[in-house]
């Protein structure tokens, strides 16, 4: 089986991957195909119809409507594989993070829960916005003598205080590509506001390191998780507040351990590579 799709047809795309593993999913300019095989379906209501005919033996153009509906006005249902739950249990995820708010968090985990029985996924990885950033200048900042400043070229141009003065020289940094946080919430310091934050790991010897990431990584490149489907890879994220428990929780969950970067208990990926560190083993903030 092979889909096209534009960025559009993600939650489509996602569904045809759960139901078939071995699907093919291929990016296209705009609009959306399935090949089955025999048949070739084309556009969105004869691509839902062989959807429905394969896996649940019913194609009626009422159920049509209902996933139509359900991509732009995604609702919170009972916790349940089927067509119409995973296109609303895809949107909602995608609002949440496009809005930085986790008012429907608990349908979310309950959805990855049942999915996760087939289909290895995580959706809390996504809840902050990690990308690869180079760090094009690095300055002092009048008034913080233990702070840089950093312009960053991630997917945009952000501005970053770091506390990295006291542990790494400029030269470590200027030039190179680390891991940042794009969608924090801005914070101000003496009237200086960083719009990010860089990934460090530290040792329990208090050793601190920048995440760096390999040069040929593009900038604005996100992560992915060894052995698991993304949910998305085309999207926008929110501003969100550090201080709310679940984005806080992303930061524990990111770890060293034998010089790799982990999240929980997966190796984390960019650029179909592993993420390493000098730091051994240690934390991240």
Same mark, same amino acid.
């Given at each position: 089986?092979?889909?096209?799709?534009?960025?559009?047809?993600? #939650?489509?795309?996602?569904?045809?991957?759960?139901?078939?593993?071995?699907?093919?999913?291929?990016? %296209?300019?705009?609009?959306?195909?399935?090949? @089955?095989?025999? #048949?070739?379906?084309?556009?969105?209501?004869?691509?839902?119809?062989?959807?429905?005919?394969?896996?649940?033996?019913?194609?009626?153009?009422?159920?049509?409507?209902?996933?139509?509906?359900?991509?732009?006005?995604?609702?919170?249902?009972? +916790?349940?594989?089927?067509?119409?739950?995973? +296109?609303?249990?895809?949107?909602?995820?995608?609002?949440?993070?496009?809005?930085? =708010?986790?008012?429907?968090?608990?349908?979310?985990?309950?959805?990855?829960?049942?999915? =996760?029985?087939?289909?290895?996924?995580?959706?809390?990885?996504?809840?902050?916005?990690?990308?690869?950033?180079?760090?094009?200048?690095? @300055?002092?900042?009048?008034?913080?003598?233990?702070?840089?400043?950093?312009?960053?070229?991630?997917?945009?141009?952000?501005?970053?205080?770091?506390?990295?003065?006291?542990?790494?020289?400029?030269?470590?940094?200027?030039?190179?590509?680390?891991?940042?946080?794009?969608?924090?919430?801005?914070?101000?310091?003496?009237?200086?506001?960083?719009?990010?934050?860089?990934?460090?790991?530290?040792?329990?010897?208090?050793?601190?390191?920048?995440?760096?990431?390999?040069?040929? %990584?593009?900038?604005?490149?996100?992560?992915?998780?060894?052995?698991?489907?993304?949910?998305?890879?085309?999207?926008?994220?929110?501003?969100?507040?550090?201080?709310?428990?679940?984005?806080?929780?992303?930061?524990?969950?990111?770890?060293?351990? #034998?010089?790799?970067?982990?999240?929980? @208990?997966?190796?984390?990926?960019?650029?179909?590579?592993?993420?390493?560190?000098?730091?051994?083993?240690?934390?991240?903030?």
């Amino acid at each position: 089986m092979r889909l096209e799709f534009s960025s559009e047809f993600e #939650d489509i795309a996602f569904v045809v991957k759960y139901f078939n593993r071995d699907a093919y999913l291929e990016r %296209a300019d705009e609009g959306i195909r399935l090949f @089955d095989g025999k #048949d070739t379906h084309n556009g969105l209501d004869a691509v839902l119809k062989a959807l429905y005919t394969m896996h649940e033996q019913d194609s009626d153009e009422k159920r049509i409507r209902e996933a139509k509906r359900l991509r732009g006005c995604p609702e919170v249902r009972k +916790i349940e594989i089927c067509i119409g739950t995973l +296109i609303s249990f895809h949107n909602i995820y995608r609002m949440a993070i496009l809005q930085g =708010s986790l008012k429907n968090k608990g349908f979310i985990d309950g959805m990855a829960e049942e999915i =996760s029985k087939k289909m290895a996924i995580d959706v809390d990885i996504q809840l902050l916005d990690i990308q690869v950033g180079e760090i094009a200048s690095v @300055d002092d900042v009048p008034g913080l003598d233990k702070l840089y400043a950093e312009e960053v070229n991630a997917k945009e141009k952000i501005h970053v205080l770091s506390g990295l003065k006291e542990h790494v020289r400029r030269e470590d940094l200027r030039g190179k590509k680390f891991l940042f946080v794009t969608n924090i919430k801005p914070i101000k310091f003496k009237g200086e506001t960083s719009e990010g934050m860089i990934l460090c790991a530290k040792d329990e010897n208090g050793r601190i390191e920048p995440i760096q990431v390999s040069y040929t %990584a593009d900038n604005g490149a996100r992560l992915c998780l060894e052995n698991k489907e993304q949910i998305m890879s085309d999207f926008l994220s929110g501003k969100v507040d550090m201080k709310k428990s679940s984005y806080e929780n992303v930061i524990k969950s990111l770890r060293i351990v #034998d010089h790799v970067l982990m999240f929980k @208990d997966t190796k984390v990926l960019c650029n179909r590579e592993y993420i390493r560190t000098q730091v051994a083993n240690g934390s991240v903030s």
